[in-house]
Every structure is written in C-alpha cells, then in structure tokens.
C-alpha cells in the first residue's frame, strides 16, 4: 500500500512538471507578465486545493523544546496521518511558525477552518459580499481576506500538511504556553528561532529541510532567523514583514504609533496570561510558566507610558533612552539586516500597511538571484492583508503561493513558481500588474514645487499648487489639528479599523480642511509613479520643536483625493544619517533616514527658517488623464504617530509655517514616467 501510495504520488509530481515546464515556455515567448500567474498560477491552486495525499492530520499538542538557557518553548506539532490518524512513518519537510498570540489562536482557526462546510460556505459568502455602496468597502475589504487563504498562512494549513509536510507552531518566549519573559524581537528571541529550526531539522520526522511561514509578527522573525543561517532554512515565506521597526512602526519619523501600539501590546500581553488549563486538571502545571508571567506582566508597557507622560527631555528615563540611542541593544535587535538573507525569500506586502516603508526594501535586499526571490505588494491595510488575492486577474491565494513556494524548494518540485514574475503590484489608480523590479524601471525623479497660487480645486488651510519652478514668495501657516482622526493615515496606523469608513480611508477631502494643498494641474496622459518620495520643507516654527506629516494623493476630475502615500517627522529629530540615505540622480534625497536619536537632535529657533526633509513610503501609481497630483501638510497625524511627550511639550502645540522663498524653496522630488505632469 505505502509502495502504491509513493508510484502515485510521483506520477502526479511528473506530471505537475510537464504543465509546469510548458506553460513557463509559453509565457516565456509571449513575454506577458501576468499577476496571476496564467496557466502556472492555475495549476498551483489545482494542486493546493486537489485531492490531498494523506486523508488525516496528527496532533502532538504542546510539545517541549529546550533552549540553550534552559528555557523551555512549547510546539504543537501538526504531522500528516493515515486514515485511523496515525501520523505517517516517511520523513517530510518542516514548515516552522513562531507566534507571539498562541498557538491556541492557530488552532481554533484550524478547527473552524475544517469543520464540515462551514469554511467552504462563509469562503463563498464573502467573495461576493459588498458594502461599498453603503460607504464601508473598508469592511468588505477585510472580509475579503479569508477567501485569500490569510488565515492559513497565520496560523495551520491542514491542506499543507496534508500533502506532505510537517507544520511545527511554536509560542514565542514569554508568550503562550512557552517559559520566558516576552523580549519583543530581542537578541535572545531571535536566537531562539535558530535553535527551533535546528531542532526541528533533527526530529525523525523530518527530513532535515526546514521552511517558515506566518504573518506580521511571524515573519518578521522568519527574516531575523534566515539573517543568522541556520543550515537547515531553505525557504521563507513572510507576509506583511518589517525589518526596521522603529521607523515601520515603534517611532515612525519620531511619532509613536498610538493608533496601533497599545492595543496590540495589550493583546499579547493578555492572551500570554491564559494558562494551560489540560495542565492544571492533570498536575503537569508548570510553575516556572507563571514564576516568569508574574516577573513581566505587562512586557513593554512601561515604555510606552514613558513616551506620553514624561514631561521633559531632561527626566526620559533609562529604559526608554534606550529607543532613543542608536546603540542600544534593543535599537540593534529591531534593526534588521535583510542583505544577510541567502535563501529563497516570497515577500507579501501593502501600500498602506504598518510595514510598508521595509517590505519592498527587504525585497531588494535579499542576496539571491531574481528566480529565488519574489514581491507582491498589494493595495491592503494590516487587518485586510491578502484581500483580493484569488480573484481573476490578481495573484493567487497566499496559501496557494506559500505551497508553490515550499514545493520548489523544499521538495524539489519543477512547478514553475521560480518563473513567476519578479515583482507584482496593486498599482494605484490602476491594478494588478508585474514587472522586472521595483521601482519600476524608467522612472525618471523630478521636482515639483511647493507654490501659493490657488489650485481651485479643495477647500483647505491653503489650497495651493505644484508647479515645475518656484513662485512668488509667501508664507503659510497650519495649526494642529485632530481631522485626521478621518484619514487613510489613521487607516493605517489602526490596521485598517478607521478604513472601514470609505469617506475617510478613500477620500481626504475632510482630513485636507486642516491642511496646507497644493496641487498640480491635470495631467495630459497616463503618469506612472513608482519608488520612495521625499518633500524637502523649508519650515518656520514658533517653538522649539515641531511636526510634520505629509501625504502624496491622486485627485479625481470630481475631486476626490486618494492617499498614495504619507510620511511624518518630528522637527527636531531631522539630522540625517547620510550613510543610509538615498538620493537621485538630480541629488536630491529619496528617503533622507533620519537617525532618530536624542544625540543628535537639532532643537528649533523659533522664528529661523529651518531646511527639514520627510521621507514617504515607496509607492506605485499611476495618474490616469485628467487626474492631478496633490501634496497635504499637516501639523499633526493623531492617531497614526504623536511625538514623544517631551518634545509635544516643546512644540506647545503652536501653529507652523511653510516659507515660500523662490531662493531657498520648497519642492517634492517624485518618481514619474510619462508626458502626463506639466
């Protein structure tokens, strides 16, 4: 029976081979790139959701694994079985995640994902549900993602390992079931992901070829791990990934992520509490798991209370000077080093997710070649992540790719997924498209600058315009206000909760009444943007330290104003660490990375004209004809980021000015292609 099961499935893999091979032959002379991955992409979902080559799945639940310090993490162990649910005697490739929100969470997903026709009806349900018309195509958006294969990817796929993996889910320290206190992605967190692949790889039922999988948390350790080359790592698949957390997500340009920090502390901070129940009934209760829950509570809390209540500068406490000196240990730890990945890497990202600033440059980082390494960015926000997926004319499931991905190079299937293009983008203003490389080639960086001439086009602070040389000079003045509490920003920074209202995630137009506008006049044909944006500011303040937020839109000839995409700094923290920055060829900066440290913090003069650069996330769009370009400044982005309490304090929440002065002006340096801008 084991002979027969083993000739079948060979047959079927030489045969996936032979579509495989053909169908990459015929894109290959059509030269169509094609998101979905035509005939290939066609054939990766056949295959993920066909017959499955073991009926059942065997659960070892919370299995220990010792680290090095005598720490011990907790695993359940998902194994393919017979049908009288006996886990299989051959070897099989491992698929490792490591989750910080129990893995209790993965396995109630797995089980409601497996009850008989539940899954398959609500999948069917909400592809087709729509709110739009009602103003909430933010909430269809996020019920989109299911049918994406998004919660597959988050926690088990039973059709994974059923088709001849083994899938090890494991609490990080601290967290769950597992001992520790919870470190955030530090130094020992990370080695703890060396230490599990290597034990994994060496399990009997393994076949020493390790692969992982997860999303957000889950796979900003995948990159952390594939950094320190565990031997056994040879694939990864990390959906929505950040590498620089500090500027993705902690501290963005200075500003303290409100809108998502504390609520997702409080999540994990809460689900680490919940005790293993089975343990208690049966006296196996492990008493070092709540010696170490009753030593840190409440894991990093105190830093966040420390940035909104400490009144100056002078009284920052140690712990959270550490954020604010680039040497630290934590700094360190949650600084990445993508370039040191050298194994096959699917990268998953958003326009408008809490990571967007590093996945398209973890991308381009990854040491390998172009047919080990992939990009999809996709027009989503953190809760819709994989929204739209599966759909005709989009890239497949995330599920699906993830099978893809594991079957070429853990198993050594010539499925074709290494052909798949390089780089597939929602593009904004448009759709789905690929391409050789991101930013797309051809983009060619232009100023276009800041002017008081009225537009006629918003009711704003200001309504402004861009143009291709300076104007007369001027000065404007924008005061903090709270109206992006009503913007795709806000959006954003809450995961996308604030987005479920289209009036506020889809148009800007009540966000720009308390913002300077300027806006280009309509464009003349298609215009493609594509890459990272930087506004150089020429800025007068009334205090000591300010801040900024900036965002780059595309308005509708019905005057609709669409976020491409935002940035923010705080005043003082400007100071540029040139040896990270990038430029274009005209030398104007791409992404100015300021270094965000207290030592090198530039306090204002109030009153003297101060040169301030504000990088924005990279982007893809395209301006269709007729449409305009439209920069907002803002003197505040609540919820997205508010600045450290101390430096709030300095700012003493005074107006800012925007100084026009055709010797020293104010300009955007944008990536464009096409006639369409003046």
């Given at each position: 029976?084991?002979r027969?099961?083993?000739?079948?499935?060979?047959?079927v893999?030489?045969?996936?081979?032979?579509?495989?091979?053909?169908?990459?032959?015929v894109?290959?002379?059509?030269?169509?790139?094609?998101?979905?991955?035509?005939?290939?992409?066609?054939?990766?979902?056949?295959?993920h959701?066909?017959?499955?080559?073991?009926?059942?799945?065997?659960?070892?639940?919370?299995?220990?694994?010792?680290?090095?310090?005598?720490?011990?993490l907790?695993?359940?162990i998902?194994?393919?079985?017979?049908?009288?649910?006996?886990?299989?005697?051959?070897?099989?490739?491992?698929?490792?995640?490591?989750?910080p929100?129990t893995?209790?969470?993965?396995?109630?997903l797995?089980?409601?994902?497996?009850?008989?026709?539940?899954?398959?009806?609500?999948?069917?349900?909400?592809?087709?549900?729509?709110?739009?018309?009602?103003?909430?195509?933010?909430?269809?958006?996020?019920?989109?993602?299911?049918?994406?294969?998004?919660?597959?990817?988050?926690?088990v796929?039973r059709?994974?390992?059923?088709?001849?993996?083994?899938?090890?889910?494991?609490?990080?320290?601290?967290?769950?079931?597992?001992?520790?206190?919870?470190?955030?992605?530090?130094?020992?967190?990370?080695?703890?992901?060396?230490?599990?692949?290597d034990?994994a790889?060496?399990q009997?039922?393994?076949?020493?070829?390790?692969g992982?999988?997860?999303?957000s948390?889950?796979?900003?350790?995948q990159?952390?791990?594939?950094?320190?080359?565990?031997?056994?790592?040879?694939?990864?698949f990390?959906?929505?990934?950040?590498?620089?957390l500090?500027?993705?997500?902690a501290?963005?340009?200075?500003?303290v992520?409100?809108?998502?920090?504390?609520?997702?502390l409080?999540?994990?901070?809460?689900?680490?509490l919940?005790?293993?129940?089975?343990?208690?009934?049966?006296?196996?209760?492990?008493?070092?798991?709540?010696?170490?829950?009753?030593?840190?509570?409440?894991?990093?809390?105190?830093?966040?209370?420390?940035?909104?209540?400490?009144?100056?500068?002078?009284?920052?406490?140690?712990?959270?000077?550490?954020?604010?000196?680039?040497?630290?240990?934590?700094?360190?730890?949650?600084?990445?080093?993508?370039?040191?990945?050298?194994?096959?890497?699917?990268?998953?990202?958003?326009?408008?997710?809490?990571?967007?600033?590093?996945?398209?440059?973890?991308?381009?980082?990854?040491?390998?070649?172009?047919?080990?390494?992939?990009?999809?960015?996709?027009?989503?926000?953190?809760?819709?992540?994989?929204?739209?997926?599966?759909?005709?004319?989009?890239?497949?499931?995330?599920?699906?790719?993830?099978?893809?991905?594991?079957?070429?190079?853990?198993?050594?299937?010539?499925?074709?997924?290494?052909?798949?293009?390089?780089?597939?983008?929602?593009?904004?203003?448009?759709?789905?498209?690929?391409?050789?490389?991101?930013?797309?080639?051809?983009?060619?960086?232009r100023?276009?600058?800041?002017?008081?001439?009225?537009?006629?086009?918003?009711?704003?602070?200001?309504?402004g315009?861009?143009?291709?040389?300076?104007?007369?000079?001027?000065?404007?003045?924008?005061?903090?206000?709270?109206?992006?509490?009503?913007?795709?920003?806000?959006?954003?920074?809450?995961?996308?909760?604030?987005?479920?209202?289209?009036?506020?995630?889809k148009?800007?137009r009540?966000?720009?009444?308390?913002?300077?506008?300027?806006?280009?006049?309509?464009?003349?044909?298609?215009?493609?943007?594509?890459?990272?944006?930087?506004?150089?500011?020429?800025?007068?303040?009334?205090?000591?330290d300010?801040?900024?937020?900036?965002?780059?839109?595309?308005?509708?000839?019905?005057?609709?104003s669409?976020?491409?995409?935002?940035?923010?700094?705080t005043?003082?923290?400007?100071?540029?660490?040139?040896?990270?920055a990038?430029?274009?060829?005209?030398?104007?900066?791409?992404?100015?990375?300021?270094?965000?440290?207290?030592?090198?913090?530039q306090?204002?003069?109030?009153?003297?004209?101060?040169?301030?650069?504000?990088?924005?996330?990279?982007?893809?769009?395209?301006?269709?004809?007729?449409?305009?370009?439209?920069?907002?400044?803002?003197?505040?982005?609540?919820?997205?980021?508010?600045?450290?309490?101390?430096l709030?304090?300095?700012?003493?929440?005074?107006?800012?000015?925007?100084?026009l002065?055709?010797?020293?002006?104010?300009?955007?340096?944008?990536?464009?292609?096409?006639?369409?801008?003046?």
């Amino acid at each position: 029976m084991i002979r027969h099961r083993r000739l079948v499935r060979s047959a079927v893999a030489t045969l996936v081979s032979i579509v495989a091979v053909a169908a990459a032959l015929v894109a290959a002379q059509t030269g169509q790139a094609q998101p979905d991955g035509g005939a290939l992409g066609a054939q990766w979902t056949a295959t993920h959701d066909g017959p499955r080559t073991y009926p059942n799945v065997h659960i070892d639940w919370d299995v220990p694994i010792t680290m090095s310090d005598g720490t011990v993490l907790k695993g359940n162990i998902y194994r393919p079985a017979d049908a009288a649910g006996r886990p299989i005697e051959d070897k099989t490739p491992t698929i490792v995640n490591l989750t910080p929100y129990t893995k209790l969470v993965g396995n109630v997903l797995d089980s409601a994902l497996t009850f008989p026709v539940l899954a398959d009806a609500l999948t069917e349900i909400f592809k087709t549900f729509d709110l739009s018309a009602f103003g909430l195509g933010g909430l269809t958006e996020i019920t989109k993602a299911m049918p994406a294969g998004t919660l597959r990817s988050f926690g088990v796929d039973r059709k994974l390992v059923q088709s001849g993996y083994t899938q090890v889910v494991v609490d990080v320290r601290g967290t769950g079931f597992s001992q520790g206190t919870w470190q955030v992605f530090g130094e020992r967190e990370q080695l703890d992901g060396v230490e599990v692949v290597d034990w994994a790889a060496a399990q009997p039922w393994s076949t020493g070829k390790v692969g992982m999988t997860g999303i957000s948390y889950s796979a900003i350790n995948q990159l952390q791990t594939a950094e320190r080359k565990p031997e056994a790592l040879q694939a990864i698949f990390p959906i929505v990934p950040g590498s620089d957390l500090l500027r993705d997500i902690a501290a963005t340009g200075a500003g303290v992520g409100f809108g998502f920090l504390p609520a997702w502390l409080l999540a994990v901070n809460t689900t680490k509490l919940i005790p293993d129940v089975k343990s208690m009934v049966d006296g196996t209760f492990d008493w070092k798991w709540l010696a170490d829950r009753v030593q840190d509570p409440m894991t990093f809390f105190n830093y966040f209370l420390a940035a909104l209540t400490v009144p100056s500068v002078d009284a920052i406490p140690p712990h959270l000077m550490e954020l604010i000196q680039d040497d630290s240990a934590i700094r360190q730890s949650w600084l990445g080093h993508p370039d040191k990945v050298d194994i096959p890497t699917f990268v998953y990202g958003g326009w408008h997710d809490i990571f967007t600033y590093s996945s398209p440059r973890v991308y381009n980082a990854v040491d390998v070649p172009d047919s080990q390494k992939k990009l999809i960015m996709g027009d989503i926000y953190h809760l819709t992540t994989g929204s739209g997926n599966g759909l005709p004319g989009a890239p497949p499931r995330l599920d699906v790719l993830q099978r893809a991905w594991f079957d070429k190079w853990l198993k050594g299937i010539d499925n074709g997924i290494d052909t798949y293009d390089n780089v597939t983008l929602w593009q904004q203003g448009g759709g789905w498209t690929s391409t050789t490389a991101f930013p797309r080639p051809g983009m060619d960086y232009r100023r276009m600058y800041l002017d008081s001439a009225p537009s006629g086009t918003v009711a704003s602070v200001h309504d402004g315009s861009l143009t291709t040389a300076p104007g007369a000079p001027a000065q404007l003045t924008v005061a903090p206000g709270l109206a992006t509490l009503c913007s795709r920003d806000s959006a954003t920074g809450t995961a996308g909760i604030t987005g479920i209202l289209d009036a506020c995630a889809k148009d800007s137009r009540i966000s720009e009444t308390s913002a300077l506008t300027f806006t280009s006049a309509p464009v003349r044909g298609p215009t493609e943007i594509s890459g990272p944006i930087n506004l150089h500011l020429n800025a007068v303040h009334d205090a000591t330290d300010g801040y900024w937020s900036v965002t780059v839109n595309d308005v509708a000839p019905d005057g609709r104003s669409t976020v491409l995409t935002s940035g923010q700094l705080t005043a003082s923290l400007r100071k540029v660490d040139e040896g990270r920055a990038t430029r274009s060829a005209n030398g104007d900066y791409t992404d100015p990375y300021p270094v965000l440290t207290l030592d090198t913090r530039q306090p204002l003069v109030p009153g003297q004209p101060t040169i301030i650069d504000i990088g924005l996330t990279a982007t893809d769009a395209i301006l269709q004809p007729g449409h305009r370009l439209r920069v907002d400044i803002y003197a505040m982005n609540f919820p997205r980021g508010l600045p450290l309490r101390p430096l709030l304090n300095e700012s003493e929440l005074k107006p800012q000015h925007v100084r026009l002065d055709p010797a020293q002006p104010s300009w955007i340096n944008i990536p464009v292609s096409g006639p369409g801008l003046p």
